[in-house]
């Protein structure tokens, strides 16, 4: 199969973290850049929120659901992410890539803060155009609590299970996962996860960090999807391939 790939950007790389609403623009030229510049390699883009949407989903209380007496935090904590989304679009297409903004709340359900459908068919079309759909984490009404906030980590978890990439990877503010003494460690299997720092991320937030991180990634693995988390400096090499320094979250079948 030819080069498909899953990339997540946290919100922590994309904003400045403790300005409500502050992105780091030229963090996200520079990513834009990375990606533009392997136009060739068909590829969807998950963000996450970083400054935008966190603080709002925390003041309307999201992560315990939604009712009538909180739903102005549905539109309140969409419309902050969704302008991360345009600018983060914005920023690729000016570098001469092709990409389009996708809100999961227009399509996407949940089950009691899990995601559980996402129409996956208009990305694939969309890659196999040359176009780079960027979706990114977001509130999505929910079956059980009303609406939860769905992590970029979930909806990488839900897209590697159900569109075919062959490589998923995820980029961070630390060069990996790291272990309680701080060094990166090379391989994961799914199931060993005791001598994680889960911490490891200069943040953590409602969606849960590391934790949240390789829970999705440990779901993916025992599936058989393996996944990697390295630094964003290491984008380009994670692009075309190359040794980036960081984790690979082993594909769980290979090893059970
Ligand atoms: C959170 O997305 C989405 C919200 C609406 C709050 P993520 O959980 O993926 O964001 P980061 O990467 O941790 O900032």
């Not at 176009?131 to 609590?145: K, N, R, S, T």
């Not at 991320?201 to 779901?219: A, I, Q, Y």
């Amino acid at each position: 199969m030819s080069e498909r790939l899953l990339v997540k950007v946290g919100g922590s790389v994309l904003t400045e973290k403790g300005r409500k609403g502050t992105a780091d623009t030229g963090a996200i030229g520079m990513i834009a850049r990375d990606i533009a510049a392997c136009q060739d390699i068909p590829l969807c883009l998950v963000h996450g929120a970083g400054s935008f949407g966190h603080p709002e989903a925390h003041q309307y209380g999201l992560a315990h659901g939604a009712d009538r007496t909180n739903r102005q935090g549905i539109a309140m904590t969409h419309m902050s992410v969704a302008r991360l989304n345009q600018m983060m679009v914005e920023a690729l297409r000016h570098a001469g890539a092709d990409a389009i903004g996708i809100h999961p709340l227009a399509g996407a359900f949940a089950r009691a803060g899990r995601l559980i459908s996402l129409e996956t068919r208009p990305l694939q079309h969309l890659m196999d155009m040359g176009i780079i759909p960027v979706l990114h984490g977001d509130v999505v009404m929910d079956e059980v609590q009303g609406a939860c906030i769905v992590s970029g980590d979930q909806i990488i978890r839900y897209l590697g299970e159900h569109l075919p990439f062959t490589r998923i990877g995820l980029a961070t503010d630390v060069p990996g996962v790291l272990s309680k003494d701080g060094c990166v460690i090379a391989e994961i299997s799914g199931e060993r996860g005791d001598d994680v720092a889960t911490g490891g991320s200069r943040h953590t937030d409602v969606t849960g960090g590391m934790k949240g991180k390789l829970r999705e990634l440990s779901e993916l693995s025992s599936h058989g999807i393996a996944s990697e988390v390295f630094h964003v400096s290491r984008l380009p090499d994670f692009l075309q391939g190359r040794p980036h320094g960081g984790t690979t979250i082993l594909c769980g079948r290979e090893h059970g």
